[in-house]
């Protein structure tokens, strides 16, 4: 058959190569030089000797391939197929060698760690009232997936019209990402509705005055990843009820500028969110009341921040929180609360929201790490359903791997294992 010609970037090209007993190092087209420790290597080979091409798993007898002894004698590059073949005085095996470029972390690209079409972290953009919430049509959902995924991971959010006003639509949409998490609840899909129950159960949340700016399920061992709303039936003849979102990651840049004190506390100081609950909205059996029971308690500072110290979860759910440690100082307490108080002010402040009017089949598809959301009043008049579910932070990262796999363009054995900023970097490698 004809070879498949694939052009890659410079920085996945092959200069030169050379070799010690115990090391293969490669010269890069970019004039980098990466070193692969021959243990390094034995470690991680994707040949049919050692790796199961089917399940994509070690087969047993690689553990005594890994720790024999062994002496590296040759090395080969094949511009053609861009492997590299490494041969020991026991075994050779070929390696792609864009894979290899991008195993050394230490000296990936700065241009190939933005601008491509699928987006990562580092390019999120922060925005208050001003900003936009990127919009699709529901009949684009599947074409569009890689764009309104993007959307997500650099506004926080998208909307999306014209979407089918039932549970099983719902669902197929979400899961084009995958499948919902499982909630402490008889159902995975929740529907928001004022009724008595409810409202004996979370007055917060199912009750018609203002609701706060929040985020959802901060007191799980670790919280819901993405939150999506479905509108199923509206009608409000006297006042709309509008619904909002806010980047916690802009009003935390301000109160950074503003009062580093502030910030420092927020991101620093631990303290506890907490459920108890003995039974749930949802119809049940009487016989089910004691499996329904919860009791939760999470302890972590408001603003979960990363080494470079940028903001990457929020964890603002008030009415949840059951104090500090005895260990704190009322000095310093009185400045957290003070800090609480502060960024509270902010997120219910409509300078920093996006507001919007929740009507039939219009979707909202949200990152509950970094946005809170909340509501104004529903007038007594009011009759409104929404439809809410929440997906888990493995199924975010599984499907973001997934796309940034299919992009690379590798064969599924060099996609094992790479980390996240690996498989960013391979999905840039074509040109």
Not at 210 to 216: E, F, R, V
Request: aromatic share 10%.
């Amino acid at each position: 058959g004809s070879l498949n010609i694939i052009m890659l970037r410079t920085p996945f090209l092959v200069r030169s190569l050379a070799s010690t007993k115990n090391a293969l190092q490669v010269t890069w087209r970019d004039e980098v030089q990466s070193i692969y420790p021959s243990d390094w290597l034995r470690a991680t080979v994707r040949d049919d000797r050692y790796f199961e091409p089917v399940s994509l798993l070690y087969k047993p007898e690689h553990l005594s391939f890994v720790t024999k002894a062994s002496t590296m004698t040759k090395v080969e590059g094949d511009n053609d197929t861009n492997t590299i073949h490494v041969h020991w005085d026991d075994h050779s095996s070929a390696f792609d060698s864009s894979w290899l470029r991008a195993q050394d972390t230490d000296n990936h690209p700065p241009s190939l760690k933005a601008n491509g079409s699928l987006k990562m972290d580092s390019e999120r953009i922060s925005w208050d009232s001003s900003g936009s919430i990127p919009e699709y049509s529901y009949r684009d959902r599947e074409e569009q997936f890689e764009s309104w995924m993007s959307d997500i991971r650099m506004f926080g959010a998208i909307l999306m019209h014209d979407v089918p006003q039932d549970e099983k639509t719902f669902r197929e949409v979400l899961n084009l990402i995958g499948p919902l998490r499982q909630r402490y609840h008889p159902t995975d899909v929740f529907k928001m509705k004022t009724t008595k129950k409810a409202l004996s159960l979370d007055y917060h949340s199912y009750g018609l005055s203002y609701l706060n700016a929040h985020t959802d399920t901060t007191y799980y061992t670790r919280s819901a990843k993405l939150q999506a709303f479905l509108c199923v039936e509206y009608s409000a003849p006297k006042e709309d009820t509008v619904n909002f979102i806010v980047d916690a990651v802009k009003v935390a840049e301000d109160i950074k500028k503003e009062d580093e004190e502030a910030f420092e506390l927020l991101t620093n100081l631990v303290a506890g969110q907490a459920r108890l609950r003995f039974d749930v909205e949802e119809p049940r059996p009487d016989s089910a009341q004691n499996k329904y029971k919860w009791s939760a308690r999470k302890d972590s500072p408001m603003l979960v921040i990363n080494k470079e110290g940028e903001v990457i979860e929020n964890k603002y759910l008030f009415p949840k929180h059951v104090g500090f440690s005895l260990d704190v100082d009322n000095a310093t307490m009185q400045k957290a609360y003070n800090a609480y108080h502060l960024f509270d002010k902010k997120v219910n402040d409509p300078f920093y929201q996006k507001q919007y009017v929740m009507k039939p089949g219009m979707m909202q598809i949200f990152d509950n790490h970094r946005l809170l959301h909340g509501r104004g009043p529903i007038h007594p008049t009011t009759s409104r359903t929404l439809l809410g579910a929440y997906l888990p932070e493995e199924i975010w990262k599984s499907r973001w791997r997934l796309l940034y796999g299919r992009k690379s363009g590798l064969e599924k054995k060099w996609l094992v294992g790479c980390s996240d900023e690996v498989l960013q970097v391979l999905a840039q490698r074509i040109l």
